[in-house]
T-cell receptor, first 112, second 114 residues
């Protein structure tokens, strides 16, 4: 079992829909990254959070440390949001510093 | 446009060739990373440089040789690669490796080994 699990693995939505991507982890973490990877390959850092909630434009990320769970929400989805969304965590063990442990990603397709 | 620039974007090479991948950032970050990513898989960490010194080598074969000439540049020298080394190679940087900071990624170099 992976230390970081994402669901769903694949998601198709129509333009305008509200989208939720989930990330659960089984280890102690100090922070969590949400990343976006477009088909060309480049990765964009969307959020880094260790508690509560962050918002940027149409994107909202939440984390519940006690439940070891984070969600990424996209409001008013658009075809340009089509990408792979990756959850990655910084483990809280000493000595691992900035090493990220990645989830397997959620492939999102938004259609017109 | 990303703040981490990788060149070339695509590279095709034979198993006997020697080539280098380059990565550059001008954000003043002191930690730089190489990742390897196979299709439909998450990135796998290969190397970490912190303050221009190699901090982590994730048991990467010696046919991959990293180099950090200065705090803005990171190279990955390739020699005698195998077909299974075909992948997307991503470079990333962060402010500091010792404190957990967001990592900024480049667009990657897509490498094909013939």
């Amino acid at each position: 079992k992976n230390e970081v699990e994402q669901s769903p693995q694949n998601l198709t939505a129509q333009e305008g829909e509200f989208i939720t991507i989930n990330c659960s982890y089984s280890v102690g973490i100090s922070a969590l990254h949400w990343l976006q990877q477009h088909p060309g390959g480049g990765i964009v850092s969307l959020f880094m959070l260790s508690s509560g909630k962050k918002k940027h434009g149409r994107l909202i990320a939440t984390i519940n440390i006690q439940e070891k769970h984070s969600s990424l929400h996209i409001t008013a989805s658009h075809p340009r949001d089509s990408a792979v969304y990756i959850c990655a965590v910084f483990l809280s063990c000493t000595g691992t510093a900035s090493k990220l442990t990645f989830g397997t990603g959620t492939r999102l397709q938004v259609t017109l | 446009d990303t703040e981490v620039t990788q060149t070339p974007k695509h590279l095709v090479m034979g198993m006997t060739n020697k080539k280098s991948l380059k990565c550059e950032q001008h954000m003043g970050h002191r930690a730089m990373y190489w990742y390897k990513q196979k299709a439909k898989k998450p990135p796998e960490l290969m190397f970490v440089y912190s303050y221009e010194k190699l901090s982590i080598n994730e048991s990467v074969p010696s046919r991959f040789s990293p180099e950090c000439p200065n705090s803005s540049l990171l190279n990955l020298h390739l020699h005698a690669l195998q077909p299974e080394d075909s992948a997307l190679y991503l470079c990333a940087s962060s402010q500091d490796y010792r404190t957990r900071q967001p990592q900024h990624f480049g667009d990657g170099t897509r490498l094909s080994i013939l």
